[in-house]
């Protein structure tokens, strides 16, 4: 056997220094502390590798990551800038934009659309910056979500502007009787004793009392949808569709100088005033809707009185008394 698997050992007895062989125990403790030896030398180059000598592929991987996390960090700025940014602007599109034209917001069901369905982002997780890449991503989705229900919001308010003058034409924006041929303003819009059954009743538009035979006018430009001839209720009435969500209704006619389908004019004369129908006295009943709901009249005279004539009509108008239907 060679030396090299020898170890030298003190004989007490002779006192001298001899070579004995490897048994098999030397072999194992000689394995054990080789492995030791080399396990530690190992250990301490990959920490040496890894924290202080890293290899040029290493530290570019490292630079990449940190100016990755930058970039994710910037975007979360973006993201925050663009969001303000579009809320400014749905803000400017009702208050401003959509107000000049006298048109109602963009609904809100529309301006934040919400989405649902599968798991659109189960192929990020379960990385390192999954729940920033995932939060990233919804918000860009629902930016342009709100980018679309906005780009759309402009649209109506294009067709608005291009359609200006056809609306302003349309709003029924004069009184359908002149100053002139009113005896009084008989009743306005509200709560108002019922003038054959007594009792409390809404009333929906304003009464005219005028003589028979007094001109009535349509309030704006549109289309007639109704001219009925009738014994109760309205009587004698037409029903105008103005178009942009605007309709009037004349009720209490003597004569109808109009028909069903005919293009009207504001200022055309479309009847003349009676009593017909359940009605105590010559007068019009007009009534103004938009979009389906009755609103005041009082509030579309805008085109034919003075401010002093407006507030005078408006105090009239106001009075807790009977109708005349």
């Known amino acids: ?52 000598l890293q290899s040029p592929m290493a530290r570019a991987r490292e630079r990449e990551v940190a100016f990755l996390e930058g970039q994710i960090e910037d975007l979360k700025a973006d993201l925050q800038q663009m969001d303000a940014v579009l809320v400014d602007i749905a803000e400017r599109d009702d208050a401003i934009y959509r107000s000049i034209f006298g048109t109602d917001p963009y609904p809100q069901h529309l301006r934040n659309p919400g989405v649902g369905g599968v798991d659109r982002n189960r192929s990020l997780r379960g990385y ?89 006018f349509a309030t704006g430009d549109g289309v007639v949808i109704e001219a009925e001839r009738k014994y109760n209720g309205f009587g004698h009435y037409v029903v105008i569709k103005h ?7 004349y009720a209490h006619m003597s004569v109808i100088a109009v028909r069903t389908g005919q293009r009207v004019k504001r200022g055309e004369v479309i009847g003349l005033v009676g009593n017909t129908g359940t009605s105590v006295a010559p007068h019009l009943h007009y009534e103004v809707k938009k979009h389906g709901d009755n609103v005041n009249p009082a509030h579309y005279y805008f085109n ?10 408006l105090a009239a108008s106001s009075e807790p008394n009977q109708s005349f239907d």
């Open 1 to 52: 056997m060679s030396k090299r698997f020898h170890k030298i050992r003190f004989n007490e007895r002779t006192l001298e220094l001899e070579e004995v062989p490897f048994g098999w125990r030397d072999f194992v403790v000689f394995g054990v502390k080789r492995l030791v030896y080399f396990g530690a030398i190992a250990a301490g180059s990959v920490w040496l590798f890894e924290n202080v």
């Open 128 to 216: 390192r910056h999954s729940d920033e890449i995932i939060a990233l991503r919804e918000g860009v989705a629902e930016l342009q979500r709100r980018m679309v229900a906005q780009s759309r919001s402009f649209d109506e308010v294009l067709d608005l502007a291009r359609n200006q003058k056809q609306m302003l034409q349309s709003i029924p924006a004069i009184q359908p009787v002149r100053n002139a041929d009113l005896k009084s303003m008989a009743s306005g819009y509200g709560y108002r004793i019922h003038p054959i059954y007594k009792v409390r009743k809404m009333h929906y538009g304003m009464d005219f009392a005028a003589p028979t035979g007094t001109e009535i």
């Open 243 to 249: 178009g942009f969500g605007y309709q009037t209704l």
């Open 304 to 313: 034919d009185l003075s401010p002093a004539q407006y507030e005078q009509m």
